[in-house]
C-alpha cells in the first residue's frame, strides 16, 4: 500500500504560480513512477504530467509543456508539481498518482495509488 496526500492548491489569479506538493508513505517511494492528473467539474480526469522512478525522465501533456514542471524528491517521499502562467482552463482538482508498473502510461485506470487530490482555481 501507499498513501498519497497532496497539498498547495488554492485561488490563483491568471497569470500566477502555485506549487502542489504530493508526499507519499507505505512502500518505497522510489519503486512507483508518479503522475499528476487533474479534473475539471463535468469532465473527465486527464493527465498532466509524470516522472520516473529516479527522475531521469517527464512528460507532459501538450497544454502543459513549457509552464508545468514535475518533480521528485525520492529521499523525502514526494512528488512536487511546479505550475506557471496559470490559466483559467487549469482550474480543476489536481490528483497525483503512484504507478507500480514497468510500461509508460498516462492512462489513469493504470495507475495504482491515489492521493485525495487538491482545488486549483485560477480566476480573477
Known amino acids: 500500500q501507499v498513501q498519497l496526500v497532496e497539498s498547495g492548491g488554492g485561488l490563483v489569479q491568471p497569470g500566477g504560480s502555485l506549487r502542489l506538493s504530493c508526499a507519499a508513505s507505505g512502500r518505497t517511494f522510489s519503486g512507483y513512477a508518479m503522475g499528476w492528473f487533474r479534473q475539471a467539474p463535468g469532465k473527465e480526469r486527464e493527465f498532466v504530467a509524470r516522472?520516473?522512478?529516479?527522475?531521469?525522465?517527464?512528460y507532459y501533456t501538450d497544454s502543459v509543456k513549457g509552464r508545468f514542471t514535475i518533480s521528485r524528491d525520492n529521499a523525502k517521499n514526494t512528488v512536487y508539481l511546479q505550475m506557471n502562467s496559470l490559466k483559467p482552463e487549469d482550474t480543476a482538482v489536481y490528483y497525483c498518482a503512484a504507478d507500480g508498473g514497468v510500461v509508460f502510461t498516462t492512462d489513469p485506470g493504470e495507475y495504482d495509488y491515489w492521493g485525495q487530490g487538491t482545488q486549483v482555481t485560477v480566476s480573477s
Open positions: 516522472i520516473s522512478r529516479i527522475g531521469r525522465n517527464t
